[in-house]
């Protein structure tokens, strides 16, 4: 090394040892390289007395402020104490810090929302009387539905279903647009029960149009709702009438079908006008006509039901002429059902007929069976025979008082073929003669059974044999001539069936009357006088035993005449 040292020259050396010492000790370093050799041996001398000297001098200024010192280090202890709490409190604080920043982050937050409520209270108060209208249309919505006033709802439904769509998001809005809808389903229940009521071509096509606003049927079902309603109408109209009364019901019945029927087929087709460009929208598929076709059925299941509890001719004649007058006014609309009627009072006809002949039989056999065979004062009678009933005239003779039970069998029959003559079928002519002679057959064949069943004396032997020759004579010739009143040629169908009496006529000729038929008449004036001599010999000998009962039993009874009237069904 100290062989390096002396390689080197003088300023290298002197560059080497400036670079070894710190940036303190250079100007030190500087300092002895310029000493001499000698300066430089005293140097260390120099040095340690400068030591000593500053040795000194630090006792001294240590004994002279030690109380600075003792200060400085009471001091110092004081700040190392402080520094260590000051360490913990900065770790406490370190900790804390998170806490302070998630704070710090929900007051912003915390602001954040309250100033976007700040916002939108003054956004609300500033709209304010528009959001109170808006909250109000429900209301308002309602209001015009109870009034009637279905334009200005349907314009308050619309607006607010637009918001609706604009606004998908809004609870507000979308609460709102719910409380439109339940108030548009009673605006739609009031218009279908408008709909249901007696309302004329205009209001209908007035709802129709409120119908199609709404949106909520389509063209099919709309067409099929109407149809619906109106028929909810037309059976309210039905059951507000009288069925007790089958008369009066069926013409109720007939007068609403034939007004009511008529202007709603009529105002469908003026509302639903079928177009021809092919639509299916437009196209009902025959669903007018199913439901006419329905309506037509009903009225002949009615018609059906109801004719028979109907007990009169006239009544009968008056509800057809008003039937084939309604089908009639419907052929306007192609609902012409003339051709179904007649079957319907076909039936009812014969039953009514049939019924009658019952009746009139079944009082026949009643008076037949409390009869008394006693002889009762003749009544006159015209000179010229009991079958020689003049043409115009269907009195019946005078001479069946004489006979109580074919008196009144004929007024029952006079009965049936009056109740007959106002609606008196040509279609029917052989199944009602058939039913006229059924009823004469059951009078023969009742008064042969009484001659078999019961045991008559000579004198009411006689009276019985003048009763059935009668009932041959008298009673069998002018049920057929009053028939064939009610049906021209009639009269010969109902003379045809000779073969009813065929055995009272064998009774009669195995009687001891051997006169000719040529004279009934005096036979007949003849057995009346003696009846009525032989009458009252029989009421004074029974004078005493006879109860008034019995006495208006036996008495005469007044004969009913038929109408003359003939009539052309």
């Not at 920043?101 to 304010?128: V, Y």
């Not at 009144?408 to 008196?424: D, H, K, M, Q, T």
């Not at 009742?446 to 004198?459: A, G, I, K, V």
């Not at 008034?548 to 038929?562: A, G, R, V, Y």
Request: a negative charge; one cysteine or more.
């Amino acid at each position: 090394m100290a062989t390096e040292v002396e390689d080197m020259s003088p300023p290298e050396t002197t560059a080497s040892l400036l670079s070894l010492a710190s940036a303190s000790q250079q100007p030190y370093v500087s300092e002895l390289l310029s000493f001499t050799l000698d300066r430089l041996h005293k140097e260390p001398e120099l040095l340690r007395v400068d030591a000593e000297r500053i040795q000194r001098q630090m006792q001294e200024v240590a004994v002279g402020n030690y109380r600075a010192f003792i200060t400085a280090a009471d001091a110092l202890l004081a700040i190392r104490q402080e520094v260590s709490s000051i360490d913990k409190h900065l770790e406490s604080l370190i900790g804390e810090v998170p806490k302070l920043t998630c704070g710090c982050t929900e007051f912003i937050d915390s602001a954040e929302n309250i100033l976007e409520k700040r916002k939108m209270n003054q956004a609300l108060l500033a709209n304010h009387s528009t959001l109170l209208d808006l909250l109000e249309i429900p209301q308002l919505m309602d209001t015009c539905v109870r009034n009637g006033n279905f334009d200005e709802a349907l314009d308050l439904e619309a607006f607010v279903s637009k918001l609706a769509t604009m606004h998908p998001k809004l609870p507000v809005i979308q609460a709102l647009a719910a409380e439109v809808r339940q108030t548009t389903q009673s605006l739609l229940s009031q218009l279908l029960q408008k709909l249901r009521s007696n309302i004329q071509l205009p209001e209908c096509l007035r709802i129709i149009g409120y119908l199609r606003r709404i949106g909520v049927f389509g063209e099919y079902e709309m067409r099929l709702q109407f149809l619906r309603c109106r028929e909810a109408w037309l059976t309210g109209i039905l059951e507000d009438l009288d069925q007790k009364n089958a008369y009066e019901y069926l013409k109720g019945m007939i007068n609403c079908h034939r007004m009511h029927l008529f202007d709603v087929v009529n105002q469908y087709r003026a509302i639903f006008a079928d177009d021809t460009s092919g639509s299916e929208e437009n196209y009902d598929g025959g669903l007018l006509f199913s439901w006419a076709m329905h309506q037509i059925t009903s009225h002949l299941k009615t018609l059906k039901i109801m004719l028979p509890k109907i007990t009169e001719g006239g009544s009968l004649s008056n509800i057809l002429d008003q039937c084939m007058y309604c089908a009639m006014g419907l052929g306007w609309v192609g609902l012409d059902f003339r051709g179904l009627l007649p079957p319907l009072f076909e039936e009812a006809v014969l039953n009514l007929f049939s019924k009658n002949m019952s009746t009139a039989v079944e009082n026949f056999q009643l008076v037949l069976d409390s009869h008394r065979w006693v002889p009762l004062p003749s009544v006159g009678f015209p000179s010229s025979g009991i079958n020689d009933d003049s043409k115009d005239d269907v009195t019946p003779p005078s001479y069946l008082m004489e006979h109580p039970p074919l008196a009144v069998f004929i007024n029952g029959v006079s009965a049936a073929l009056n109740e007959l003559r106002p609606c008196a079928p040509l279609s029917l002519k052989n199944v009602i003669a058939h039913e006229l002679i059924k009823g004469l057959q059951a009078v023969s064949d009742s008064l042969l059974r009484y001659n078999t069943t019961r045991m008559l004396r000579l004198n009411e032997s006689n009276l019985f044999l003048s009763l059935c020759r009668a009932f041959v004579e008298v009673v069998f010739p002018h049920c057929a001539t009053c028939f064939g009143r009610c049906y021209p040629g009639g009269a010969s169908i109902v003379m045809d069936a000779k073969s009813s009496y065929d055995g009272l006529s064998r009774i009669l000729a195995a009687s001891s009357s051997p006169e000719p038929s040529n004279k009934v008449a005096k036979t007949i004036s003849t057995d009346a006088t003696s009846a009525t001599e032989n009458g009252v010999t029989s009421q004074v000998e029974e004078k005493q035993v006879e109860s008034p009962t019995e006495k208006e039993e036996n008495s005469s009874i007044p004969l009913q005449n038929p109408e003359t009237t003939p009539h052309e069904s």
